[in-house]
């Protein structure tokens, strides 16, 4: 158990849908990052998020956005939905902007019809 | 940050060492060289990371050549529950809280496969 909790585990829409992934980091971790993975992409980094600030942005598709909460938790809004957008994402947080050992959730899957 | 290559898939015997090479040959200074594993559809694991030395942890260990040019990755009793992707890869550290940025880039990584 990495501590980063994701919600939901498991999504199934329609294409042109909106969509919401939540995510807890790790007690006293202040990063927040976002990730897609697709079965012909890997895993893509899309947008990282320190304090409550965008810090860096990834492949990030202008139709997703995200946002650090000053609990610190995030939320990654997907819209307008495609059958492309079909993928698992991962939330992974860290104590700092810079450190390099991120501490990954167990995903969302989202499946879109 | 400096690219890795990885041997695509490897296999290793249950119960053997596991040795996963990587080459960076185009490391800077002060990039460090962060391992992690994911097992099918599961979230990224850290493993390991070091800078020059040798490191070791409860999980594997990590070699790093004196020009930091490759390094490996030793998993020292591999267990069926190894079999995983490992992603090596290279990226500036930062240990200043609020200091630096963005996300790791991973690439294809090294399947690897503990056989029975």
Redesign the interface.
Known sequence: D?G?TQTPKHLITATGQRVTLRCSPRSGD?SV?W?QQSLDQ??Q????Y??GEE??K?NILERFSAQQFPDLHSELNLSSLELGDSA?Y?C?SS?????????????SRLTVL | DAKTTQPPSMDCAEGRAANLPCNHSTISGNEYVYWYRQIHSQGPQYIIHGLKNNETNEMASLIITEDRKSSTLILPHATLRDTAVYYCIVRVGSLLVGGGADGLTFGKGTHLIIQP
Do not use: K
Not at chain 1, 45 to 48: A, E, N, P, W, Y
Not at chain 1, 95 to 107: H, N, Q, S, T, Y
């Open positions: 990495s980063v202040l990052y990730y890997g895993l980094f899309l947008i990282q320190y304090n810090r860096a990834g698992l991962f992974a104590v700092a902007a810079g450190r390099g050992e991120l501490f990954f959730g167990e995903g």
